[in-house]
């Protein structure tokens, strides 16, 4: 019997995952939400009104850290493939960022009295060594699902959790962020108090997928395999993952846009304040976490693709209205943002539960296990699309001539920064999500894999 399939018949041999390992998997997606959702919803208008750093520089100083994500994620899943412990392949790095995480993203949101350039440098460094404690997270974590199974529904269903939980850290975060930076008496000071409050979290959450996927199943390092840029060639050349990694990156440029524009939107758009954005986030979350059964259910009947394709319409339709949005007609606003939460679950839930089903495609065929080389070029594309969105919001600002400003000045933006927040906060996301749905057609693995594949 060859290896693929003996792989096959061992997996087929394997017990359901039970609730609790399900849950403790998924409570890890609680702390990536939290972790990604602050950065990408605060650090660009921290650095733009508290900091008085100017638009297109605070952009870069997002899009920087993440051209070195590009670089250590494929290396970390590498690193994960070959690690032998009594934690298993990937759990040792989860504890380890469990520990290293907060204490970066507690620096990053604690810049002293600086300049603005000195102020920068420090967010830049702050921002890289969050980012790399992330990665020893997040990589070996998101190809653990391939590990534990390569069931087609229970694969959805463990990522069901993971977006679920994932979902309630946004939902969290975004709504409470904002209110915790004003709970610690604003301006720097109150930016530290969140941040400390967040990191706890963040440790609880990670802290708890380590102790809880200890009974997980596993497979066993590789003793030997090519070199990493021969395996990520070979990844590449997955046609169904090159196809799905391409689709979902496209959208999160979107993601990024909309996450980085959201103070703004409430502030300059909206006229309100931290409530404002509280509120959105309410409205954009508490949706799709109530609507994630309902994608689960749907993908069962109509498959992934048609259920994912459904979901990035919703998204892009809903972000692009937001162009008609009003103060005036906040429960306007609210409902538009509602539709684009319904979709943004779907977006969340689909890919990450297709990704398994590539890589255990790839493992049919070959019989090699790269689940951490597959995992790695995917993070290091989704951290880079949503980088990338943050550094088109800070150009397109910067193009507007957005008047950054410090702690507690209030100046009246021109016309032209008013266009660009609203241009980018709706018709730009919006093309990027629904460009990416003609790509999504090329994707030719929507059926469960049979035993002789």
Do not use: H
């Amino acid at each position: 019997m060859s290896a693929p399939d003996q792989d096959q018949r061992a997996e087929s041999d394997r017990p359901r995952l039970s609730r609790a390992v399900l849950a403790a998997y998924g409570i890890g997606g609680l702390g990536s939400g939290v972790y990604t959702t602050v950065p990408g919803l605060l650090l660009l208008y921290y650095m733009t009104d508290t900091l008085g750093i100017a638009a297109a520089l605070a952009g870069l100083g997002i899009f920087v850290p993440k051209l070195w994500d590009v670089i250590t994620d494929p290396f970390m899943g590498s690193i994960s493939d070959r690690t032998d412990s009594r934690f298993g392949r990937r759990r040792p790095y989860i504890l380890a960022a469990a520990l290293a995480l907060p204490l970066c993203f507690v620096a990053l949101f604690s810049v002293p009295e600086l300049s603005p350039g000195a102020a920068f440098a420090w967010v830049m460094v702050s921002y890289v060594l969050a980012a790399t404690a992330f990665t020893m997270f997040i990589v070996p974590y998101t190809a653990m699902p391939a590990e534990m199974s390569e069931d087609y529904d229970e694969v959805t269903s463990l990522m069901g959790w993971r977006v679920a939980l994932l979902t309630v850290g946004i939902l969290i975060s975004g709504a409470a962020a904002p209110q915790l930076i004003e709970l610690g008496g604003g301006g720097r000071g109150g930016y530290t108090f969140m941040a400390m409050i967040v990191a706890g979290v963040i440790f609880a959450s990670m802290l708890g997928t380590f102790v809880g996927t200890r009974s997980a199943p596993s497979r066993p390092r590789l003793d030997q395999s090519p070199p990493l840029r021969e395996q990520l060639q070979a990844a590449a050349r997955v046609r169904p993952f090159r196809v799905l990694l391409s689709t979902y990156a496209l959208q999160l440029v979107g993601v990024g846009l909309v996450l980085a524009n959201v103070p703004y939107f409430a502030r300059y758009t909206l006229g309100g304040d931290e409530g404002t954005v509280t509120i959105m986030f309410v409205a954009l979350v508490a949706p799709a976490f109530a609507f994630m059964p309902g994608w689960v259910w749907l993908s069962k009947r109509t498959g992934k693709l048609r259920a994912y394709q459904l979901a990035s319409a919703l998204f892009g339709v809903g972000i692009g209205s937001l162009w008609l949005s009003s103060p005036s007609q906040m429960w306007l606003v609210n409902l538009q943002v509602g539709l684009a939460g319904i979709g943004f679950a779907g977006t969340q839930l689909f890919p990450f539960s297709m990704l398994p089903d590539t890589i255990a495609a790839d493992r049919a065929k070959g019989g090699e296990q790269r689940e951490g080389v597959f995992t790695g070029l995917w993070m290091a594309a989704d951290k880079g699309a949503v980088a990338l969105g943050a550094l088109f919001a800070g150009l397109v600002l910067d193009a507007g001539q957005f008047i950054e400003t410090r702690a507690g000045e209030l100046v009246d933006q021109p016309d032209t920064a008013m266009l660009a927040i609203r241009l980018s906060s709706s018709i730009l996301p919006a093309l990027f999500l629904l460009s990416s749905l003609p790509m999504s057609r090329r994707y030719e693995l929507d059926s469960k894999l049979e035993p002789d594949r």
